[in-house]
C-alpha cells in the first residue's frame, strides 16, 4: 500500500543552523510534491510546490529537493528563527486531485 | 488573499446527534475537501468535490455524508455522531487539480463528541 513517512521525531535546532525535515515514500509514483506549515490550532499553510521533473525548488529561506529515484524529499530551512517553530507536513498527489498527507514533522528553533 | 472559512473552531455534540460542519471559500475554486486531522494518524481525506453537486469518497467516507448546493459552501454531515468521531475537521479548496494547485485549509473546527 502507499505510504509516506516523515521524521517522526520532533527536530530540536538552535537559531540560525539549517533545519532538513525528510519526506520519504513507497509504492507511489506522484506526478508532484507539496510542502505545508502548521501553527498549533490552525489549518495548514501551502509553502511549496516541486514536479517529478524538477530536482530543486527555492523560496526565500526555503529549499526542496525531490528524488524520484530514491523517493524523497528534504526540505530545507536555512539560517532558521524561532518563528519557524512548526509543524512541516509533505503531501504527494494520488492522482484524481487528491493529495495523500504525511504525518507531519513538529519543528522547534530555539534562540 | 484566499479564504476558507469554517463556521464553528470549537463544538460539542452528544452521542447519536446530526451534526453540520460547514465550509465557505471565496476564491471561486472548483475542488473543495474534507479532512479529519488525529494525533499520529495526520491528514486524512473523508470527501472531495469538485464541482457543485458532485461528490467523491475519501479514505475514509464510513459515518459521513456531503453536500455541495453551491460552489463556494461545501458541507460535511455526521448523521449519527459518535464518540470515534471526535477529532479535528478541516476543510480546504483548490483550483482544478490538473495544475497541481496547492489547498488552501480552514482554520479547522475542533469537533467532541460526547
Known amino acids: 500500500s502507499q505510504k509516506i513517512e516523515q521524521n517522526s521525531e520532533a527536530l530540536n535546532i538552535q537559531e540560525g543552523k539549517t533545519a532538513t525535515l525528510t519526506c520519504n515514500y513507497t ?20 509553502l511549496l510546490l516541486i514536479r517529478e521533473n524538477e530536482k530543486e525548488k527555492r523560496k526565500e529561506r ?41 504525518q507531519g514533522t513538529e519543528l522547534s528553533v530555539k534562540p | 488573499d484566499v479564504k476558507v472559512t469554517q463556521s464553528s473552531r470549537y463544538l460539542v455534540k452528544r452521542t447519536g446527534e446530526k451534526v453540520f460542519l460547514e465550509c465557505v471559500q471565496d476564491m471561486d475554486h472548483e475542488n473543495m475537501f474534507w479532512y479529519r486531522q488525529d494525533p499520529g494518524l495526520g491528514l486524512r481525506l473523508i470527501y472531495f ?20 448546493e453551491k460552489k463556494e459552501r461545501f458541507s460535511l454531515i455526521l448523521e449519527s455522531a459518535s464518540t470515534n468521531q471526535t477529532s479535528m475537521y478541516l476543510c480546504a479548496s483548490s483550483r482544478p487539480t490538473g495544475l497541481a494547485q496547492p489547498q488552501h485549509f480552514g482554520d479547522g473546527t475542533r469537533l467532541s463528541i460526547l
Open chain 1, 27 to 46: 509504492n507511489y509514483s506522484p506526478a508532484y510534491l507539496q510542502w505545508y506549515r502548521q501553527d498549533p490550532g490552525r489549518g495548514p499553510v501551502f
Open chain 1, 62 to 102: 526555503l529549499k526542496v529537493t525531490f528524488d524520484t529515484t530514491l523517493k524523497q524529499s528534504l526540505f530545507h530551512i536555512t539560517a532558521s528563527q524561532p518563528a519557524d517553530s512548526a509543524t512541516y507536513l509533505c503531501a504527494l498527489d494520488n492522482q484524481g486531485g487528491k493529495l495523500i498527507f504525511g
Open chain 2, 49 to 68: 468535490s469538485y464541482d457543485v453537486k458532485m461528490k467523491e469518497k475519501g479514505d475514509i467516507p464510513e459515518g459521513y455524508s456531503v453536500s455541495r
